[in-house]
DNA sequence: ACCTGAACACCGTTCAAGT
DNA sequence: ACCTGAACACCGTTCAAGT
């Protein structure tokens, strides 16, 4: 028998997936459960679709990847100012990529293992050449000073996302991570005592409070030698480099 | 019928499998094929041995890549100088770093991901922090200056490998590589004219040599800022931080 | 144009069983 | 002590078929 009733209407749940909604919820999944469970299963099913639908909208897992990753780029100029000089830009740039990354740490594995090409990394890479170009950094420099600022924060933030995701799956107690972890060091840095000292000596401190610190420092260290170059090419002195002044050719 | 010619002999292929031989044969598979192509069943088929016979061995392919990892850390003391300032011996040791790193790209999404407690890892802060501490830094401004040079020569490479990954992907000819990412480029940056001039600008360069020189721009930014921060503790300034000098009470 | 199910060729890991 | 095979519960992706 066959009626209007029996037949099922044309699109009973989502009104249709889109691209939009598939990274969407692929950022709520891997935000909530991270990397390893983010499958095109999984994800299929918390859209009330077959898995292999997505394959319309999306060529490959990874191509989603791609996407999800861009979109992390994008939060990376949430809480930046506008205003101030270059060095009140990067500071502001860099604390909301690493607040940014700290909340999807699981984007740290894939940038750098990827090229930065949506959208939004170029809209990032853009306003942080233009930053450096108008301090005045000439030529090649001024990419250089990006990736500079770049690699540190996201060199920097790796090993917090590291420590951030297993006091998460250690039942969210810093504590008792710090704990667990004593003994384990003092066996394998029974030929370093320095080390574990160093380690005892953070006993009494915030965890979260040194890792600011941390970060801070690294980034004044950065800032500051951006600052150096700035002077020195101002100045006219000799192109800059890894090499202290002065010591460039090591009269043989 | 039963003979000691129909029985096969006690252990007809390997002498037993050790945790060192899977390690390196681990890493001979991850140089040669990259990350995804490390399987359980495909190491073992290169042992010759079940794909489960690993497991007596490590507990976990987690644990093995926990392994591996290490003896990337291993290599970063490879060829850095013993004497010479702590200058020199951190331009070593980034070098090193960088070298390894590139050699074996697949360690990039590993390193930061998983806390570095193995017994290399360990040398490495061991060395560096002991450098450091020589160096006249004091308290904890001595594991902060060892966490930014790691963590800028981290975020520097990781980029650096990206290339290189898919340009070997891509059959190894680098230019190929350019002119292809060339037209997604012009379409992805429409809003970002500035972009593409800059990318243009490449063209005539050894994409080899800006890589070296862009490591060796940000790593001079780092050493200075860390030599600056040195010369105001001895000089008993004020402690630093990444604002910058006399701006840290913006007055209101 | 968009979605589905079945199917293919894989995974990591467990475990009882062998030597 | 060390290794094996079968088995379980997953994967990403393809493709002919449906609406």
């Known amino acids: 028998m066959e009626s209007v009733w029996t037949r099922p209407p044309r699109r009973p749940k989502a009104p249709g997936l889109d691209r939009a909604q598939i990274v969407r919820e692929a950022m709520a999944l891997l935000d909530a459960e991270g990397l390893d469970a983010l499958s095109m299963r999984r994800l299929g099913g ?23 990753l861009d979109e992390v780029y994008g939060e990376f100029r949430a809480h930046d100012s506008e205003h101030g000089g ?30 930065a090409i949506g959208p939004q990394a170029l809209r990032v890479m853009s306003r ?12 090649f420099d001024t990419e250089y000073a990006t990736a500079v600022v770049l ?12 420590w951030k995701t297993m006091t998460v799956r250690g039942g969210g107690d810093a504590q008792a991570v710090r704990a667990a972890m004593r003994p384990l060091l003092a066996e394998a840095a029974a030929g370093h005592p320095d080390l574990l000292a160093r380690f005892d000596s953070y006993e009494h401190e915030d965890p979260a409070v040194l890792r600011a610190l941390s970060f801070d420092f690294g980034l004044g260290c950065v800032l500051d030698g951006l600052a150096a170059r700035l002077d020195r090419q101002a100045t006219g002195s000799r192109p800059s480099s890894a090499r202290p002044a002065g010591k460039e050719s090591p009269a043989s």
């Not at 009140?88 to 999807?104: K, N, P």
């Not at 942080?128 to 030529?139: I, V, Y």
């Not at 924060?153 to 090993?159: I, K, N, Q, R």
């Open 46 to 68: 918390r859209l009330n679709a077959g898995a292999t639908s997505l394959y319309w909208h999306v060529a490959t897992k990874d191509e989603l990847l791609e996407l999800v």
């Open 86 to 115: 270059w060095r009140e830009v990067m500071l502001g740039f860099a604390y909301a990529m690493r607040d940014s990354l700290i909340r999807h740490a699981w984007a740290i594995p894939l940038i750098g293992t990827r090229p």
């Open 128 to 139: 942080l050449t233009n930053t450096f170009d108008q301090a005045g950094f000439e030529g």
């Open 151 to 162: 690699s540190y924060v996201l060199g920097a933030v790796a090993p917090e996302a590291a």
